[in-house]
């Protein structure tokens, strides 16, 4: 039955993961289809953004709720936005619907983590926040390519129809499989807050923001980046992507294991100083065909595999406010993900290169391994 709550919740997740990801590899079908160009076309991964990073403090009025229940609403909410978006007929239509399908985005993973947390014994709580977390990740192997497919061979509102039909099918596993579980204890609007206060949160949320963010500034880039400098041939992006989607599921259960074991402060300050080593390398090995995929693999190994530990600490240290916590978390990703990605087209265009994309990605790694071991260190001392 346990097994069964956590691939419910993946399942939404991979929904979750389709809807933000696969808008990226059929923008140029979407904007041939409602006649705007694509730079109007991009909106509609900002407006999904934008609905993440508004939505995500809708649980403060949603506190009192049931987590089954509130995790019910939130998956129905997620799959009337694909199917809005999905049958959308022109550019405001599917501009809301992409909004709409933003808004339950963080709160989502906000609730789901703590339900996770209950679910299993504690020395097992990163393993199965890893799992739901996981849904994304097989999103960007499987569901990403399966949405560009579609929409190159068939329309791209069946991308947000698959995103539709597995949140639906994960919305019946919730039903059926997780348990009632109580509310959370009610802290009030300001205890919520209270959280804070104190410094782990922050560190935390730097730790997701700048390690995340050493890898899109490049990742953001990654089709110049394997067919201008590594000199892969455009038909040759389909595997690549896939590997890239692999190397994404490896880290965020390699990591959830390790974490379990070892502390997740300690394996995602780790693996920022690892990304230290491997950005710089992509930087000066930016042109070999064999180096530059495996440190890609690598790379997105990291990229997932920092994010879901963070994501099981922060319930740990935002007593009162935790799903508002757990939604923070996704909010930083958003964040971190559209700065990255300014900054690294920024560098393209002021001539740095395309191969500058990665190594400004190093003082971002620093940065977080710097914030996650030092939130280790105070985990450390509050055991002694």
């Not at 808008?23 to 730079?39: E, F, K, N, Q, T």
């Not at 802290?187 to 206060?197: D, E, P, S, Y």
């Amino acid at each position: 039955m346990m097994k069964k709550s956590l691939v419910s919740l993946a399942l939404v997740t991979f929904a979750l993961g389709v809807a933000e990801f696969g808008m990226m590899g059929i923008l140029g079908d979407v904007a041939d289809s409602l006649h705007v160009d694509i730079v109007h076309a991009g909106h509609f991964i900002s407006a999904y953004s934008l609905g993440v990073a508004i939505g995500a403090p809708m649980l403060i009025v949603l506190r009192k709720m049931g987590l089954r229940s509130l995790l019910l609403l939130l998956a129905t909410l997620i799959t009337i936005g694909n199917i809005c978006s999905a049958v959308s007929p022109g550019y405001a239509t599917l501009l809301v619907s992409r909004f709409i399908s933003g808004l339950p985005h963080g709160a989502y993973f906000g609730a789901a983590a703590i339900v996770c947390s209950r679910l299993v014994p504690p020395e097992k709580g990163a393993s199965a926040v890893a799992v739901m977390v996981g849904g994304m990740t097989v999103a960007n192997l499987v569901g990403v390519p399966l949405g560009t497919y579609l929409s190159d061979n068939f329309s791209w509102r069946l991308c947000f129809g698959v995103a539709a039909a597995v949140s639906f099918a994960g919305m019946l596993g919730i039903h059926a499989y997780v348990p009632s579980l109580k509310p959370l204890t009610d802290t009030g609007i300001k205890g919520q807050f209270r959280f804070l206060r104190h410094p782990e949160p922050w560190l935390i949320y730097c730790g997701v923001f700048f390690g995340q963010a050493s890898v899109y500034c490049w990742f953001s880039y990654i089709q110049p980046s394997m067919t201008s400098l590594a000199a892969y041939p455009m038909a040759d992006m389909t595997w690549i992507m896939l590997l890239a989607g692999s190397g994404m599921v490896a880290g965020n259960i390699a990591a959830g294991k390790l974490a379990d074991k070892y502390g997740a402060a300690l394996v995602s300050g780790t693996i920022c100083v690892l990304l230290v080593g491997i950005m710089s390398t992509m930087y000066f090995m930016a042109d070999s065909k064999v180096v530059s995929v495996i440190l890609m693999f690598l790379a997105t190994a990291g990229l997932f595999g920092l994010g879901g530990p963070l994501q099981y600490l922060i319930v740990r240290y935002s007593k009162g406010g935790e799903m508002l916590g757990g939604a923070g978390i996704q909010i930083s990703f958003n964040v971190s993900n559209a700065m990255s990605a300014a900054i690294g087209g920024w560098a393209i265009s002021s001539g740095f290169g395309v191969a500058s994309t990665a190594i400004i990605g190093v003082p971002f790694a620093l940065t977080g391994a710097i914030a996650l071991f030092a939130l280790r260190n105070m985990i450390l001392k509050e055991r002694h």
